[in-house]
């Protein structure tokens, strides 16, 4: 269990979920391994308690690819099969009500809302909140609930919450104590966490390498910026990516944060649907010069109206791609 008791408040969690009719389980748009994970792996112990249960997201459509083997996903609903009333409604891994998108209208007829969630910038929008900013993982937190509750993780639970731990520490690069006890428990079951790991972050078809051409070659770098400790960004337009997956679309960021000039990374992300509207990604390292504790990212996106984590966070902004990228670097200073 890597979330303690004396952060996280687990019993009314508890004794909420125990005496559920009706759950419904909302992750957060665009949604990435640790939501869905999360949400599935909840929807897996309150399907075996007996609790009917539904899971689901507002955008997009369709769930990415890579996410399509995780155990749990005939729970899986559309956002139109979300019943406006419900007994007790999770949020995973959702900082603030906006991350619900068209779902966020559902928070008005749940009886009991709980928030399960890691980001430090979360909003608290729930009755019940089990918000650990010290988790490496949503997927984490829910572990440290299941052990309070005294639901076992069974291999196909454990696949799910392993999924969300993997992808939240980019395969375990980022970790704090407990980290790999919390991976061995899950790995015991039975898990193959080589193949969980191969299938959600290092499987891409051809398209993405010509779609990586075209976006690392807008890629520019300030090193002036921040007061010196520098920003390097890139542009995924619209274009760039047509017949990819938003899998292929979200791995960028990964690549540009290697910058070793730049302590700060962006890669601001064109609307398949809006022309002016762009999703943008922050990154930035724990130790750079100038900045021995890092650039804490959260703080800057939450400035621009989004949040996430005090190393990678993101946003949603509007207009053209000049006026996106000169809006971000004046809030960087």
């Given at each position: 269990?890597?979330?303690?008791?004396d952060q996280v408040d687990f019993d009314a969690a508890v004794s909420?979920?125990?005496?559920?009719?009706?759950?419904?389980?909302?992750?957060?748009?665009?949604?990435?391994?640790?939501?869905?994970?999360?949400?599935?792996?909840?929807?897996?112990?309150?399907?075996?308690?007996?609790?009917?249960?539904?899971?689901?997201?507002?955008?997009?459509?369709?769930?990415?690819?890579?996410?399509?083997?995780?155990?749990?996903?005939?729970?899986?609903?559309?956002?139109?099969?979300?019943?406006?009333?419900?007994?007790?409604?999770?949020a995973v891994d959702c900082g603030s009500a906006g991350r619900l998108?068209?779902?966020?209208?559902?928070?008005?007829?749940?009886?009991?809302?709980?928030?399960?969630?890691?980001?430090?910038?979360?909003?608290?929008?729930?009755?019940?909140?089990?918000?650990?900013?010290?988790?490496?993982?949503?997927?984490?937190?829910?572990?440290?609930?299941?052990?309070?509750?005294?639901?076992?993780?069974?291999?196909?639970?454990?696949?799910?919450?392993?999924?969300?731990?993997?992808?939240?520490?980019?395969?375990?690069?980022?970790?704090?104590?407990?980290?790999?006890?919390?991976?061995?428990?899950?790995?015991?079951?039975?898990?193959?966490?080589?193949?969980?790991t191969r299938t959600l972050m290092d499987t891409h078809p051809f398209?993405?390498?010509?779609?990586?051409?075209?976006?690392?070659?807008?890629?520019?770098?300030?090193?002036?910026?921040?007061?010196?400790?520098?920003?390097?960004?890139?542009?995924?337009?619209?274009?760039?990516?047509?017949?990819?997956?938003?899998?292929?679309?979200?791995?960028?960021?990964?690549?540009?944060?290697?910058?070793?000039?730049?302590?700060?990374?962006?890669?601001?992300?064109?609307?398949?649907?809006?022309?002016?509207?762009?999703?943008?990604?922050?990154?930035?390292?724990?130790?750079?010069?100038?900045?021995?504790?890092?650039?804490?990212?959260?703080?800057?996106?939450?400035?621009?109206?989004?949040?996430?984590?005090?190393?990678?966070?993101?946003?949603?902004?509007?207009?053209?791609?000049?006026?996106?990228?000169?809006?971000?670097?004046?809030?960087?200073?």
């Amino acid at each position: 269990m890597t979330t303690s008791d004396d952060q996280v408040d687990f019993d009314a969690a508890v004794s909420a979920l125990t005496t559920a009719r009706s759950v419904t389980v909302v992750c957060h748009v665009q949604p990435d391994a640790d939501t869905v994970g999360s949400g599935l792996a909840l929807a897996l112990v309150l399907h075996r308690r007996g609790v009917p249960v539904r899971v689901s997201f507002a955008d997009p459509a369709e769930l990415p690819v890579s996410m399509r083997s995780l155990p749990g996903v005939r729970h899986l609903v559309a956002p139109a099969d979300v019943p406006r009333e419900v007994d007790v409604l999770v949020a995973v891994d959702c900082g603030s009500a906006g991350r619900l998108g068209a779902l966020a209208d559902r928070l008005d007829g749940a009886a009991t809302t709980i928030v399960v969630d890691h980001h430090r910038s979360n909003t608290g929008f729930g009755t019940i909140n089990l918000v650990d900013p010290n988790a490496e993982s949503t997927t984490s937190v829910l572990a440290g609930l299941f052990e309070v509750w005294g639901e076992p993780i069974d291999r196909d639970i454990a696949h799910c919450l392993y999924a969300g731990l993997v992808t939240d520490t980019g395969s375990f690069r980022w970790v704090r104590p407990g980290t790999h006890r919390l991976a061995e428990r899950l790995l015991s079951t039975g898990i193959d966490g080589a193949e969980i790991t191969r299938t959600l972050m290092d499987t891409h078809p051809f398209g993405w390498l010509p779609m990586l051409s075209r976006v690392l070659g807008t890629a520019r770098l300030e090193p002036r910026a921040h007061g010196g400790i520098g920003v390097v960004y890139a542009l995924v337009r619209r274009e760039d990516v047509e017949g990819l997956r938003s899998e292929e679309i979200e791995s960028v960021i990964d690549i540009v944060r290697t910058t070793s000039e730049a302590g700060v990374a962006a890669v601001f992300k064109q609307s398949r649907v809006v022309d002016d509207r762009w999703t943008v990604s922050l990154r930035s390292r724990d130790s750079v010069p100038g900045a021995q504790d890092g650039v804490d990212v959260s703080a800057v996106a939450t400035s621009l109206g989004g949040g996430g984590h005090r190393f990678a966070a993101g946003y949603t902004t509007h207009g053209c791609a000049e006026d996106v990228v000169a809006a971000l670097l004046a809030a960087l200073g």
